[in-house]
């Protein structure tokens, strides 16, 4: 039987959202698990459009500063990897627990395309000032998700 955890995305101190999902591995560092488009309706960001269908694979460390998301139509299309600059990943009690740091990577299926995003609201987030040190991290794990990214191995490079 697949276990059953609950994903908490917070940011600010605040739950964005929270959805079900079905453990896939967990090797005491990285844990995956998938789980269908958990907001409602559409989320239309001009590069990518998440709806409902999709399936998300989602990777979340213990140890790292970001999570890695495979995004696929619900016909097995991979439409790409959403990364999120995260907190190590708590997990605890049925839960997985991510604090969102802003910082996001978007690289498409086929590599062509590889974005930063958000760096204006991490600037805006004060976190360098309150917490250096998590700013510090978030923006190197940012860069090592883009480098990792632009690398011959592309989004293979991304995927556990």
């Given at each position: 039987?697949?276990?059953?955890?609950?994903?908490?995305?917070?940011?600010?101190?605040?739950?964005?959202?929270?959805?079900?999902?079905?453990?896939?591995?967990?090797?005491?560092?990285?844990?995956?698990?998938?789980?269908?488009?958990?907001?409602?309706?559409?989320?239309?960001?001009?590069?990518?459009?998440?709806?409902?269908?999709?399936?998300?694979?989602?990777?979340?460390?213990?140890?790292?500063?970001?999570?890695?998301?495979?995004?696929w139509t619900?016909?097995?299309?991979?439409?790409?990897?959403?990364?999120?600059?995260?907190?190590?990943?708590?997990?605890?009690?049925?839960?997985?627990?991510?604090?969102?740091?802003?910082?996001?990577?978007?690289?498409?299926?086929?590599?062509?395309?590889?974005?930063?995003?958000?760096?204006?609201?991490?600037?805006?987030?004060?976190?360098a000032a309150?917490?250096?040190?998590?700013?510090?991290?978030?923006?190197?794990?940012?860069?090592?998700?883009?480098?990792?990214?632009?690398?011959?191995?592309?989004?293979?490079?991304?995927?556990?």
């Amino acid at each position: 039987m697949t276990a059953q955890l609950t994903v908490v995305l917070t940011k600010a101190g605040r739950t964005k959202i929270r959805y079900p999902a079905a453990q896939v591995a967990d090797d005491g560092d990285r844990i995956s698990v998938r789980a269908p488009w958990a907001a409602e309706g559409v989320r239309d960001f001009g590069f990518v459009r998440f709806e409902p269908g999709d399936v998300f694979v989602e990777h979340f460390w213990r140890t790292r500063w970001y999570a890695v998301k495979e995004v696929w139509t619900g016909d097995g299309v991979l439409k790409g990897c959403y990364c999120d600059v995260t907190r190590p990943a708590l997990v605890q009690s049925g839960e997985i627990l991510v604090e969102d740091l802003d910082l996001d990577l978007w690289v498409s299926a086929d590599g062509s395309s590889v974005l930063r995003l958000d760096e204006d609201e991490f600037a805006e987030s004060g976190l360098a000032a309150s917490d250096p040190e998590a700013a510090a991290q978030a923006v190197r794990a940012l860069d090592a998700l883009d480098d990792q990214a632009r690398s011959a191995a592309g989004l293979s490079a991304l995927l556990p």
